[in-house]
T-cell receptor
Framework: KAGVTQTPRYLIKTRGQQVTLSCSPI?????VSWYQQTPGQGLQFLFE???????NKGNFPGRFSGRQFSNSRSEMNVSTLELGDSALYLC???????????????FGPGTRLLVL | GESVGLHLPTLSVQEGDNSIINCAYS??????FIWYKQESGKGPQFIID?????DKRQGQRVTVLLNKTVKHLSLQIAATQPGDSAVYFC???????????FGTGTLLAVQP
């Protein structure tokens, strides 16, 4: 089975712009979570999508948003980019079996975003 | 390569030795714990997990120990190899959420 894929792998933007990142989960996985990784803050949870609905949300401003499509693929969007948004954005997928919440999450390689 | 932390705790071991990486988790309500390995330029890779109804779980060359009394998790790697060099993160989750809370990470440096 192919793993979690993320596109693009690298991205350079300027302040004020917006960006959309894409994630394709492992085939058959229905839950997709997004995390931000920075040297200063480590790995922080952004949000989780399951069956096209946001199931959980972390403590990030409304500039960070996401969505999930019927094929479980997910996108996250960051509007009005700030310098501090420079980070590695990681997507993780899990099976999303009925009745189970805590499942193993498998991560993609990430998208490295640099905001200038 | 990617930097996952400027001031990560570092564990330096000799090839062939056993490694023990420790983690103090934050939430006493957490009931599912995972260890991830992250190599430079890559996303976290699942190593092993444990649920709160267990205190030990073994995998191939790895063992995870859970002490709920003191909220402590450890990862033991037997016969450490140069390919084990990476940053290791513990993660916890619990309740009605799939949200993972990650520790700060430990850099494991294996000396040949």
């Amino acid at each position: 089975k192919a793993g979690v894929t993320q596109t693009p792998r690298y991205l350079i933007k300027t302040r004020g712009q917006q960006v959309t990142l894409s994630c394709s989960p492992i085939s058959g996985h229905r839950s997709v979570s997004w995390y931000q990784q920075t040297p200063g803050q480590g790995l922080q949870f952004l949000f989780e999508y399951f069956s096209e609905t946001q199931r959980n949300k972390g403590n990030f401003p409304g500039r960070f948003s996401g969505r999930q499509f019927s094929n479980s693929r997910s996108e996250m969007n960051v509007s009005t980019l700030e310098l501090g948004d420079s980070a590695l954005y990681l997507c993780a997928s899990s099976q999303g079996l009925a009745g189970r919440i805590q499942e193993t999450q498998y991560f993609g390689p990430g998208t490295r975003l640099l905001v200038l | 390569g990617e930097s996952v932390g400027l001031h990560l705790p570092t564990l330096s071991v000799q090839e062939g030795d056993n490694s023990i990486i420790n983690c103090a988790y934050s939430n006493s309500a957490s009931d599912y714990f995972i260890w991830y390995k992250q190599e430079s330029g890559k996303g976290p890779q699942f190593i092993i997990d444990i649920r709160s109804n267990m205190d030990k779980r073994q995998g191939q060359r790895v063992t995870v120990l859970l002490n709920k009394t003191v909220k402590h998790l450890s990862l033991q790697i037997a016969a450490t190899q140069p390919g084990d060099s990476a940053v290791y993160f513990c993660a916890e989750t619990g309740g009605a959420t799939n949200k993972l809370i990650f520790g700060t990470g430990t850099l494991l440096a294996v000396q040949p």
